[in-house]
C-alpha cells in the first residue's frame, strides 16, 4: 500500500509543480510585457525588476494554486483511469478512497500552505512592490493622507482629526473628548498633533475640563498626550487594502473599527476569507478527484482541462457573488466567506459516495 500511495503521489506531484511553474511563467511574461514600457520609461535597473517580480510570486501562487491543483487530480487520476490502473486497484480489493488517500492528504497540506503564504508573504510582498513603485515612478507616490478621522481609545475618549499625514505622523484640527459615563468630561482641542519620542504633542489649542460648578479652560502653545491606543502604526493601517493585511493585522484592524462604533462586517468578510480561500485547493479536490476517476481512453487531455477552468471558473463566481453580498450587508460574513466550500464541498462528497468503488 506504501508503495501504490508513492506512485500516486508522484504523479500528482509532477503534474503539479509542471502546472504551478508553467502559471506562474505565463502570468509573469503577460505582465513584463504590459508593463515594460512602465520600466523603460522610469528606468527600472534589472535588480528592481526582479525584485518586482520575485515579490509578485507569493500573489499569483496563491491565485494560481486551486487550478493548478484541479488540473494535477484531473490528469494525474484522469491517466490512471484511462490505463485501467484504477479498475486493476479495485481488482486487488483496494476501495477508491484508499485510492485518493494520498491526494487528499497532499491537498490539505497545500492548503496550510497556501494559508501560511497568504497571510506572512503576501502582505509584505505586496508592500515591497508597493515601495519599489513609488521609488522609480516619478508620477506615482503612496497615499499619505487620510481625512476625517475617528477613534475610541480603552479610556472612553473620542478622538477626531480633520486628516492625519502618514508620512510625517502630523494631524490636523484634533478634538480628544474624555466621557465619564455619558457625560462629558474634558475636551482638548489643538490645531495640530504630531508623534515625537514616543508620544504625541499636540500645539496651540485650549483644554477645558467640565464639572458640576461650570466649565474651566485654559490655552496652551505645547502639550504632552499620551495614548495606548492612539498609534501612528494603527492610524496607518486604515491605508492599507486587506489583502495587504495578514490575518492579525486585519483582526486587530476589525477590533479597532468595532471600538470606534463602526460596523466591521465588510473586513470580517476578508477576515474568514483569509481562512475560506487556501481551502478551496482541498475541496476543489475533493470535488474533481471522483469526476477523473471515471473518465475512459476516449477521454482526452483537452477534455480535463476544459472540466478544470469550467469547475474553478463557476467556484471563484460564486465566491466573488458571496463576498460582494457580505460587503454589501445582504448576507452574515462567515456564509458569505465559507458559502462557495460549503457547496461545493457537499457536492464532492455526493460524487464521491456514488462514485464506483
Known sequence: MVILH?????KFMQILLFAIVGFISIFVIVDLIENLDTFINNEYPTEAVIDFYLNYIPFILVLVLPVAMLISALFSVGNLARQNEIVAMKAAGISLYRIFLPIFVISILVSFIAMGVANYLVPR????QSDLREQYEKNRSRQQRLDNIYIRDEQDRRIT?????????TGNT???RTFESDSLKSRIDAKKITWQDSLWLLQTGYERYFTSTGEIARSFDQK?????????D???KQLKIPEEMSYSELKDFIREVERNGANPDRWRVDLYLKIALPF?????VLFGTPLSSAQTRRSGAAKGFGISLAVTFVYFGILKTTQAMGHNGKIEPLLAAWFANVVFGVIGVF????AKK
Open 6 to 10: 508513492r506512485y500516486i503521489t508522484r
Open 125 to 128: 510582498a505586496t508592500e515591497r
Open 161 to 169: 482629526m480633520r486628516y492625519f499625514n502618514v508620512g510625517n505622523n
Open 174 to 176: 484634533v478634538s480628544i
Open 224 to 232: 504632552k498626550f499620551r495614548s495606548t491606543t492612539l498609534l501612528p
Open 234 to 236: 494603527n492610524i496607518a
Open 280 to 284: 478551496a485547493n482541498f475541496i476543489i
Open 351 to 354: 460524487v464521491l459516495i456514488r
